[in-house]
């Protein structure tokens, strides 16, 4: 299935789309006709074993930009609690802080892709932080750090963990609370997918409890360098 991504398209530019697995000839054909409509950005997510789709998406023009690890815990053993972790509906964070927790985000995908300007990337996350945090998800919270998440058939998937006071077990603490949260709301699971060169987080995942599942391969295409409204060809990396 071919999707629009207008929430990418205001800080890229340009028409954006995601591709969602499985990919059918039909999805290829909208995207290429999306091409004949102008410059357009996109990207796809699938299994780090399916050679034959890589493959093809490759000749499609697609580059792989990362690889991302989706990690679970299953909801058994004792309860750890939730300590001094507050489970809200919405957090207001300071301006200062959002922006904070966006740049930090280096080995994010949009990030990691040299043809996208690091300020869009960067003003891109931070409307995730906030959207995020301002009442679309449920947010643990230690001051002014943060993990969110959202419970989807029995599962709790976790949106976004970000940490700006660093070693103080913070994340783990975050983590812990909403696993105990999950447990007492009879969840069946918690899981994740983050980047995997994101070594802390993934640090922190696995003391959690958190296991791999499978690791998974992101491809982006670009018919044109976003992330400059006036020139869409003009990337500005730092």
């Not at 290829?28 to 409509?37: M, N």
């Not at 004792?78 to 489970?87: E, H, L, Q, T, W």
């Not at 932080?129 to 919270?141: L, P």
């Not at 997918?193 to 640090?203: C, E, P, Q, R, S």
């Amino acid at each position: 299935m071919l999707q629009r991504t207008p929430f990418d398209e205001a800080f890229l530019g340009v028409a954006s789309y995601h591709l969602v697995p499985p990919i059918e000839p039909s999805d290829l054909a909208a995207l290429d006709a999306a091409r004949g409509e102008g410059p357009i950005f996109a990207s796809t997510k699938i299994d780090a074993r399916d050679d034959e789709t890589a493959n093809t998406l490759g000749q499609l023009g697609f580059r792989r930009i990362c690889t991302q690890i989706l990690l679970r815990v299953r909801l058994h053993g004792a309860s750890r609690g939730v300590g001094d972790v507050r489970i809200t509906e919405r957090l207001d964070l300071d301006p200062v802080d959002v922006r904070a927790h966006a740049a930090q985000l280096d080995s994010g995908r949009f990030r990691q892709d040299p043809l996208i300007a690091t300020d869009a990337a960067i003003a891109l996350y931070a409307a995730w932080v906030r959207n995020s945090t301002r009442g679309a998800k449920r947010v643990a919270s230690i001051n002014r750090n943060f993990v969110s998440f959202e419970d989807r058939a029995g599962v709790r998937w976790i949106d976004l963990l970000s940490v700006l006071d660093k070693r103080a077990g913070i994340a783990v603490r975050l983590l812990d609370a909403i696993i105990e949260d999950a447990r007492r709301s009879s969840r069946e699971e918690v899981k994740v997918v983050t980047d995997g060169d994101n070594i802390a987080a993934l640090h922190a995942y696995r003391i959690a409890g958190f296991e791999p599942e499978r690791s998974l391969m992101i491809f982006h295409l670009l018919s044109a360098r976003p992330g400059n409204r006036s020139d869409p060809t003009c990337a500005n990396n730092s």
